[in-house]
């Protein structure tokens, strides 16, 4: 009897690939953090760790995406707004970064409300039984 066995790409590993990809964000973050902190301040633009974090977390996303992995709407917000953050700062311009962040972050919550199939119960759990939908 022969076995054939077959190579599974990494992409389509599941969870396992999954938390690789993340561990090695995670790697790049912290040496890339530790670079950033080595080099004396005035070499350093303004904005450059800021915008490294959202290339990486923008980077792990896109990877994901291209893997059929999930992509973390929360992570690709924080990416976006890292990004936008530290070109701000590059070119000198100061944006209300917390008050900005809470409304996109609010308004992807309520896309995802508005997308999303109503599957949810209510807070105290009721439904109503002749229609099947949450009171």
Request: proline share 6%; aromatic share 8%; hydrophobic share 55%.
């Amino acid at each position: 009897m022969t076995h054939v066995t077959a190579h599974v790409p990494a992409h389509q590993a599941g969870p396992g690939f999954a938390r690789k990809l993340d561990e090695f964000a995670w790697a790049l973050f912290l040496i890339a953090t530790g670079i950033i902190w080595l080099v004396p301040e005035t070499e350093v633009p303004p904005g450059t760790w800021l915008m490294t974090t959202g290339i990486l977390l923008l980077g792990l996303n896109a990877v994901r995406t291209v893997s059929n992995l999930p992509v973390s709407g929360f992570t690709t917000l924080l990416g976006a707004l890292a990004l936008v953050a530290g070109m701000a700062a590059f070119w000198g311009v100061e944006l209300p970064l917390l008050a900005l962040g809470l409304i996109v972050f609010g308004l992807a919550v309520l896309m995802r409300q508005m997308i999303a199939p109503d599957t949810q119960k209510s807070a105290c759990g009721l439904t109503n039984e002749n229609e099947g939908r949450t009171l």
